[in-house]
């Protein structure tokens, strides 16, 4: 495996390098990812950012994993797009709550014109809480990118979600290429960058590694890499699929850290249905930040009081607005 360039940082990884990390002992794994994670921030913080689902359901998209696309039946009731105020109410309160970044997650292909205004103005709503912003809309054009940055937005979230060769298993209505194009089209305006993928899919190691090979091969690194557990649901395909070995999706965190050293990772579905036990563990193997709230953008998430105490029984603090190192 080639050595560690001065700054940790490479692009130049590969799948064999990536399942020599997953391959490790699970000690070895963690001490180096956790290395690699001091280097760049406080293993003390993490950091909270609070998701809402803004526009839900009725997705033409069929994600195998999504209780959100119209290709399930979940019994979701599809929702129009929610007024700015009510949007912004809610992120008041998400404020109040102590999250410092707001993400709001819109159940389309493709965000249309006229919606991306209303979008626009959630955004320049959400900051002037003094709230970063985030916003997941599914595929943008360049001008739409554009857009979102002369409002403000301070991250846009896009996954590739596993590897290419996996891919076609879960997502059959837009394909890899089309989620990098989006990506290149954000990465453009300086938007900062959030894209990770989504584990416990019935995906083998081999496509955990070469998911992450993808991820960090992106230059810059995504700033924010989110690692999703699968939160199964009933009427997906994917509900019923075997469950991940939680050790496993530690490993997943880790490997990402090391390949990734810069980026804030952050462990995000799935929390609800996790041990505190792992928990611990992802934070021990890198991951820095963390969706608190009730809710996620349709499944439950950890109640408020069981993250107070879990950070309390760890000592975590909460990282303060910009946790990120910067774009690597
Ligand atoms: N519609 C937009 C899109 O797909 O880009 C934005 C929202 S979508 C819900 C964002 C990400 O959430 C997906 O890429 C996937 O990684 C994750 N996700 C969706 N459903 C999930 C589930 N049931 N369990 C875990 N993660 C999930
Ligand atoms: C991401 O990677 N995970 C978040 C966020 N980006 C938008 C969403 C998780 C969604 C989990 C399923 C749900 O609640 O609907
Ligand atoms: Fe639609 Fe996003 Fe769900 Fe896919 S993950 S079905 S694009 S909401």
Same mark, same amino acid.
């Given at each position: 495996?080639?050595?560690?360039?001065?700054?940790?940082?490479?692009?130049?990884?590969?799948?064999?390098?990536?399942?020599?990390?997953?391959? &490790?002992?699970?000690?070895?794994?963690? +001490?180096?990812?956790?290395?690699?994670?001091?280097?760049?921030?406080?293993?003390? %913080?993490?950091?909270?950012?609070?998701?809402?689902?803004?526009?839900?359901?009725?997705?033409?998209?069929?994600?195998? +994993?999504?209780?959100?696309?119209?290709?399930?039946?979940?019994?979701?009731?599809?929702?129009? *797009?929610?007024?700015?105020?009510?949007?912004?109410?809610?992120?008041?309160?998400?404020?109040?709550?102590?999250?410092?970044?707001? $993400?709001?997650?819109?159940?389309?292909?493709?965000?249309?014109?006229?919606?991306?205004?209303?979008?626009?103005?959630?955004?320049?709503?959400? @900051?002037?809480?003094? *709230?970063?912003?985030?916003?997941?809309?599914?595929?943008?054009?360049?001008?739409?990118?554009?857009?979102?940055?002369? =409002?403000?937005?301070?991250?846009?979230?896009?996954?590739?979600?596993?590897?290419?060769?996996?891919?076609?298993?879960?997502?059959?209505?837009?394909?890899?290429?089309? @989620?990098?194009?989006?990506?290149?089209?954000?990465?453009?305006?300086?938007?900062?960058? $959030? $894209?990770?993928?989504?584990?416990?899919?019935?995906?083998? %190691?081999?496509?955990?590694?070469? &998911?992450?090979?993808?991820?960090?091969?992106?230059?810059?690194?995504?700033?924010?890499?989110?690692?999703?557990?699968?939160?199964?649901?009933?009427?997906?395909?994917?509900?019923?699929?075997?469950?991940?070995? =939680?050790?496993?999706?530690?490993?997943?965190?880790?490997?990402?850290?090391?390949? &990734?050293?810069?980026?804030?990772?952050?462990? =995000?579905?799935?929390?609800? %249905?996790?041990?505190?036990?792992? %928990?611990?563990?992802?934070?021990?193997?890198?991951?820095?930040?963390?969706?608190?709230?009730?809710?996620?953008?349709?499944?439950?998430?950890?109640?408020?009081?069981?993250?107070?105490?879990?950070?309390? @029984?760890?000592?975590? @603090?909460?990282?303060?607005?910009?946790?990120?190192?910067?774009?690597?």
């Amino acid at each position: 495996m080639p050595l560690d360039n001065d700054t940790g940082v490479r692009h130049d990884w590969t799948k064999e390098d990536a399942l020599s990390l997953f391959r &490790m002992p699970f000690n070895d794994l963690i +001490y180096r990812a956790q290395n690699a994670h001091r280097r760049y921030f406080d293993a003390n %913080q993490v950091q909270m950012s609070q998701l809402l689902s803004v526009k839900t359901g009725g997705c033409p998209e069929d994600c195998g +994993y999504c209780p959100q696309s119209s290709s399930h039946d979940t019994g979701l009731k599809a929702e129009k *797009l929610m007024a700015v105020d009510d949007v912004l109410a809610a992120a008041r309160q998400a404020k109040d709550g102590g999250a410092t970044r707001y $993400c709001m997650g819109a159940a389309w292909r493709n965000p249309k014109d006229s919606d991306l205004e209303a979008v626009c103005a959630m955004i320049e709503g959400v @900051r002037a809480l003094g *709230l970063e912003s985030c916003a997941t809309l599914g595929m943008l054009t360049a001008p739409q990118a554009e857009r979102l940055k002369r =409002s403000g937005l301070d991250y846009y979230n896009h996954n590739l979600d596993t590897s290419e060769e996996f891919y076609g298993q879960i997502i059959t209505t837009r394909t890899y290429q089309d @989620r990098l194009d989006t990506l290149d089209n954000i990465r453009q305006t300086g938007i900062k960058v $959030c $894209c990770g993928g989504i584990v416990g899919l019935g995906e083998t %190691q081999d496509d955990r590694a070469a &998911m992450l090979v993808n991820l960090a091969s992106l230059d810059p690194h995504p700033e924010s890499v989110p690692v999703n557990m699968l939160v199964q649901v009933e009427g997906t395909p994917l509900d019923g699929v075997e469950d991940l070995d =939680s050790l496993e999706f530690v490993r997943t965190i880790a490997a990402a850290k090391i390949m &990734m050293p810069a980026s804030v990772i952050r462990l =995000s579905a799935g929390r609800e %249905q996790m041990s505190d036990e792992t %928990q611990a563990l992802c934070f021990l193997a890198g991951a820095g930040s963390i969706f608190v709230g009730d809710k996620l953008l349709t499944t439950d998430n950890p109640e408020k009081n069981k993250d107070v105490s879990l950070f309390e @029984r760890l000592g975590i @603090r909460q990282a303060p607005a910009e946790g990120s190192a910067g774009a690597a």
